[in-house]
């Protein structure tokens, strides 16, 4: 049976990634490489981080392997260092300065490995006014001005998970940054710094909106425009069962076909009329109210009426579309979502469940040939906000 670690699984196999650990962004980019066939040492310190998540249930260590090294012993550096030296890829997601301070910065990671790929995940950047400062996703998608466009315009934005900062705005970017970093690290052998910066990643998403914006067709308010719940062929309806159903019937032959299935027929404004678009989402939401989820699913299925349930967490494996792909897999008793993207030639899997804290040492100083991980020493835990 294939392992975390094992060859030969992915586009990414061969390429050695050194993950200092961490919670969050960093941690799922991680993931996200050891999922592309990336063989990915996870560096946990004694105690570990953690959101009170026990190791076997932390999905984003799945595919990967751990040693821990206290990095303020005396020779934990000097740990990090040697798996440095064999490294392609090396993810931190401490604040800036940090990992200067515990020896295993840019400058002396490169002194021992000039190819070296470093890749640096933080909210607010390595610079700027509020580098140094604590923050979470919301702060980080916030100032972005992304944040601004979620939501009822009668009520304080949406909280959308930390779904589009920490992952969107921030993991993915640093995937994306460190990928294109090594491709140039093979092309002329030179390494460098990935700064990741999730206020950069997220105000990258909003491309688009801003030149809608600068171009008059987006107002700069919630709950007015056509793709943030403005408008009533594009949001969320209720359902006589206490269900929802998405609609996102934007073109014209979709809204037509939508309208039909829904049984308003010619009874409603016509969807140019912006002035009247509070009528039509009245006439469509007492339409939804009539019959349950399951009952509008069966209606609208086989359609291009752009309509679908909106499901729970653990009903979405289930939907016939996501189980037919596998767009979700069982492992060691946890479904999970599987790899994405996926690759003609290449193809990827969950090759191993989450790793466990320190278990796979000797295989690591073995496969990697750093003998001094095998070495003893006393731990000391790292401060917050280390």
């Given at each position: 049976?294939?392992?975390?670690?094992?060859?030969?699984?992915?586009?990414?196999?061969?390429?050695?990634?050194?993950?200092?650990?961490?919670?969050?962004?960093?941690p799922?980019?991680?993931?996200?490489?050891?999922?592309?066939?990336?063989?990915?040492?996870?560096?946990?310190?004694p105690?570990?981080?953690?959101?009170?998540?026990?190791?076997?249930?932390?999905?984003?260590?799945?595919?990967?392997?751990s040693?821990?090294?206290?990095?303020?012993?005396?020779?934990?550096?000097?740990r990090?260092?040697?798996?440095v030296e064999?490294?392609?890829?090396?993810?931190?997601?401490?604040?800036?300065?940090?990992?200067?301070?515990?020896?295993i910065?840019?400058?002396?990671?490169?002194?021992r490995?000039?190819?070296?790929?470093?890749?640096?995940m933080?909210?607010?950047?390595?610079?700027?006014?509020?580098?140094?400062?604590?923050?979470h996703?919301?702060a980080?998608?916030?100032?972005?001005?992304?944040?601004?466009?979620?939501?009822?315009p009668?009520?304080?934005p949406?909280?959308?998970?930390?779904?589009?900062?920490?992952?969107?705005g921030?993991a993915?970017?640093?995937?994306?940054?460190?990928?294109?970093?090594?491709?140039h690290?093979?092309a002329?052998?030179?390494?460098?710094v990935?700064d990741?910066?999730?206020?950069?990643?997220?105000a990258?998403?909003?491309?688009m909106?801003?030149?809608?914006?600068?171009?008059?067709?987006?107002?700069d308010r919630?709950g007015?425009?056509?793709?943030?719940?403005?408008?009533?062929?594009?949001g969320?309806?209720?359902?006589?069962?206490?269900?929802?159903?998405?609609?996102?019937?934007?073109?014209?032959?979709?809204?037509?076909?939508?309208?039909k299935l829904l049984g308003?027929?010619d009874r409603?404004?016509?969807?140019?009329?912006?002035?009247?678009?509070?009528e039509?989402?009245?006439?469509?939401a007492?339409?939804?109210?009539?019959r349950?989820r399951?009952?509008?699913?069966?209606l609208?299925?086989g359609?291009?009426a752009?309509?679908?349930?909106?499901l729970?967490?653990?009903?979405?494996?289930a939907?016939?579309?996501?189980?037919?792909?596998?767009?979700?897999?069982?492992?060691?008793?946890?479904?999970?979502?599987?790899p994405?993207?996926?690759?003609?030639?290449?193809?990827?899997?969950?090759?191993g469940g989450?790793?466990r804290?320190?278990?796979?040492?000797?295989?690591?100083a073995?496969?990697?040939?750093?003998?001094?991980?095998?070495?003893?020493?006393?731990?000391?835990?790292?401060q917050d906000?280390d």
């Amino acid at each position: 049976m294939a392992v975390a670690g094992t060859p030969g699984h992915g586009p990414l196999a061969g390429v050695r990634v050194v993950e200092l650990a961490g919670i969050g962004p960093g941690p799922f980019a991680g993931m996200l490489l050891a999922d592309l066939g990336a063989d990915v040492v996870r560096v946990d310190r004694p105690g570990g981080p953690g959101l009170g998540v026990a190791p076997e249930y932390d999905i984003t260590n799945r595919n990967k392997r751990s040693v821990v090294v206290d990095l303020k012993s005396e020779d934990g550096p000097a740990r990090v260092l040697d798996l440095v030296e064999r490294a392609d890829i090396l993810i931190e997601g401490y604040r800036p300065g940090v990992a200067e301070r515990l020896g295993i910065g840019p400058e002396t990671c490169h002194a021992r490995n000039p190819r070296l790929v470093y890749g640096r995940m933080t909210g607010w950047g390595q610079d700027g006014p509020l580098a140094p400062r604590a923050g979470h996703d919301i702060a980080y998608i916030a100032l972005t001005g992304t944040l601004g466009m979620i939501g009822d315009p009668d009520a304080p934005p949406t909280v959308p998970v930390n779904l589009l900062g920490d992952y969107a705005g921030g993991a993915l970017y640093l995937v994306v940054g460190a990928l294109a970093a090594l491709h140039h690290a093979r092309a002329t052998g030179a390494g460098q710094v990935v700064d990741a910066a999730i206020v950069d990643g997220t105000a990258h998403l909003t491309s688009m909106i801003h030149g809608m914006l600068a171009a008059g067709g987006w107002q700069d308010r919630r709950g007015a425009n056509l793709l943030d719940g403005g408008c009533p062929f594009y949001g969320t309806y209720e359902t006589a069962d206490g269900g929802a159903m998405a609609v996102g019937a934007l073109e014209p032959q979709f809204y037509a076909e939508f309208v039909k299935l829904l049984g308003l027929g010619d009874r409603i404004p016509a969807r140019e009329d912006a002035a009247r678009w509070g009528e039509l989402r009245q006439a469509i939401a007492a339409r939804f109210r009539t019959r349950t989820r399951d009952e509008w699913t069966r209606l609208f299925d086989g359609s291009d009426a752009c309509v679908a349930p909106v499901l729970s967490l653990r009903e979405a494996p289930a939907h016939p579309h996501l189980a037919a792909r596998g767009t979700f897999t069982d492992h060691e008793g946890i479904t999970q979502p599987a790899p994405a993207p996926r690759f003609s030639v290449t193809p990827t899997s969950v090759r191993g469940g989450p790793a466990r804290p320190g278990a796979a040492t000797v295989d690591v100083a073995r496969d990697w040939d750093v003998p001094r991980l095998l070495q003893n020493d006393a731990p000391r835990l790292l401060q917050d906000g280390d």
